[in-house]
């Protein structure tokens, strides 16, 4: 039976959580912990995965190195069995990615690394090294705490800057339907090559659409749909500011977000705003994004500010249809009385010539 898997987030360190047809990978900027509940079984397995020292926790939140190009580092890794029974994890490393609405992750199981993941060489408790991209499977008694080594081994080759990558210790259980779920907890790896940085985001194109409202009365929305991509080699953030204005600058007005909160080098994440805009004619604007940095990284260049410029039509169909409606209700109504007062008038002619035929020609009265 094939295996699906999901994703969900720890938001705080130390956090618990309860996984039942879930698979769970923490924001890895934090320890982690995570629990599962096999459908056939009501015991729960809670565990963490932290980094470490050789003797255990160190107490930090990820890892974060600046490595020179062929350069090799040494870590460790702590993995607790809160449970009260023992449990078999695959412990692996792997590419850090994006989700689609921009937040870290980790590839799934069996998926082979390609860049960062694939640098790094897991340890057995023993010591021993596996080669890179190899999945360890090891067995942690309940309550037990193991620690194991890890190799950070830079190729000569390597390209300046930043390339995310974790580890992670997942459970595969399955639910009563007989599907397979990976359950994943994960520490985040910073690690940065040395070399020339850059730091620049780009939005190669900004997607208007204006969508009326149906109270003339009220202002329409303007649907503004683009990517911000990090052509750079460090991960950003970034605060985003838009402006709209009719012709002539006439009802201008704009919003500030949503700002995305990282995006690795390489990598874009979609954007959505919704801007209130009156049905003026031609609406433009500019979509302003100044780059920031991320969390404790150091500040590698100066901001330079994206500017996008956007048009759309915004034609007042619905004012217009209002106007026509109350036009058209204006002649029908005076049509109405004109055609009622040549009735009446057609009425009253008619009562006239019938009394002079009843009272005979004026010589005969």
Do not use: C, K
């Amino acid at each position: 039976m094939p295996r699906t898997s999901a994703t969900r987030r720890l938001r705080q360190p130390a956090a618990l959580a309860l996984a039942v047809g879930l698979a769970l990978l923490p924001a890895l900027g934090a320890p982690a912990l995570g629990q599962a509940a096999a459908a056939a079984a009501t015991e729960r397995t809670t565990w963490a995965l932290e980094p470490a020292t050789p003797e255990g926790p160190d107490g930090r939140v990820s890892y974060r190195h600046t490595l020179d190009p062929g350069a090799e580092i040494t870590e460790h890794v702590a993995l607790t069995n809160f449970s009260e029974h023992p449990v078999t994890f695959q412990v692996y490393a792997g590419d850090g990615v994006l989700t689609s609405d921009g937040q870290f992750d980790l590839p799934p199981a069996g998926t082979t690394p390609v860049g960062a993941g694939s640098w790094i060489a897991m340890g057995d408790p023993a010591g021993a090294l596996a080669e890179p991209g190899t999945m360890q499977h090891l067995e942690v008694a309940g309550g037990g705490t193991v620690t194991l080594p890890f190799v950070v081994r830079v190729p000569a080759e390597a390209t300046p800057g930043d390339h995310p990558a974790g580890i992670v210790a997942a459970v595969a259980t399955s639910t009563a339907d007989g599907a397979g779920v990976d359950s994943r907890v994960g520490a985040r790896l910073h690690l940065r090559v040395t070399g020339d940085l850059v730091t620049a985001l780009a939005v190669p194109e900004v997607v208007a659409t204006y969508v009326p409202s149906w109270n003339p009365l009220a202002a329409g929305t303007l649907r503004l749909e683009y990517q911000i991509a990090n052509v750079g080699n460090v991960r950003l953030g970034g605060t985003v500011a838009t402006h709209v204005a009719g012709p002539f600058g006439l009802a201008g007005g704009g919003t500030e977000g949503p700002d995305p909160r990282e995006v690795l080098p390489g990598a874009s994440v979609p954007v959505i705003t919704e801007v209130p805009a009156w049905p003026l004619g031609r609406l433009s604007g500019e979509v302003t994004i100044t780059p920031v940095v991320v969390g404790e990284d150091a500040l590698t260049g100066a901001s330079v500010l994206v500017q996008v410029p956007f048009s759309a039509w915004a034609l007042p169909w619905v004012q217009v249809a209002v106007v026509v409606l109350v036009a058209a209700a204006v002649v029908a109504a005076v049509l109405l009385r004109w055609r009622r007062a040549e009735a009446a008038q057609r009425r009253i002619d008619e009562a006239v010539a019938a009394a002079r035929a009843a009272a005979g020609p004026p010589w005969a009265r």
